[in-house]
């Protein structure tokens, strides 16, 4: 693994983008795995400004997100395909047909997680995965216990993860309890990671995560086996580490 060290989350969304950028310049028909949650939001939005600049071209880029809220519409605001719109899609010049994220509106969890596997396989994979950090390990949606082995599953989110989330929605009660998310085993096909990680709330999972045992119990510490990852993360979310970086 990889650290780089960011000043603070503008450094850190400045550093994403130019790796994310590279990743498009170098491979204009790239599959780029995306996140959503708040850390990836400066990212996105560097990417537009050097989109709007002439820098950029995702003309020929797919996307394939993490996750969505099982039973939300693509045009609920709290779905992740509203938050991928609203920060990326609608802003710059990628083919919408070419965005993929699982199918939040189908109730039948075989079928749409049968179905989203099947995309990310006729894809041709993941060439560069973007990965936020949960405050209990998680990555997508892959609360902790959850089998390493698992490609898209349909997971009940933990009390904790509700409670993180709910600053989204109107009230706890309107946090959906399921969702639907790619799994470890799509996560660690991926050819290259870029994990972003911002703020003090973090620092003790980055250690526990990065530099602890490879447990189901910490989701992301799987990410210690890959041979591909860079974690950018803020000088707060690296402040209990800096006897190990
Ligand atoms: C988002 C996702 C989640 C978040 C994580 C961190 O698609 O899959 O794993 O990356 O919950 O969220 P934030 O960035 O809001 O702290």
Known sequence: M?????????????KAANIISAQVIMKPDCVLGLATGSTPIGTY?????????????FSKVTTVNLDEYKGLPKDNEQSYYYFMNENLFSKVNIDKSRTFLPDGTEADSDKACKKYNEII????GVDLQLLGLGHNGHIGFNEPG?????????????????????????????????AYTMGIKTIMSAHKILVLISGEDKADIVREAFFGPITPQVTASILQLHNDVSVVADEAALSKCTDLI
């Open 45 to 57: 939005k560097q990417l537009v400004e050097w989109y709007n600049k002439g820098d950029l071209d």
């Open 2 to 14: 990889k650290f780089y060290k960011a000043k603070d989350y503008n450094d850190m969304s400045r």
């Open 121 to 124: 396989h006729s894809v041709g």
């Open 146 to 178: 959850i089998a390493f082995e698992k490609e898209t599953h349909c997971v009940t989110l933990s009390e904790r993860t509700i409670k993180a989330n709910m600053r989204f929605f109107l009230s706890e009660n309107d946090v959906p309890r399921q």
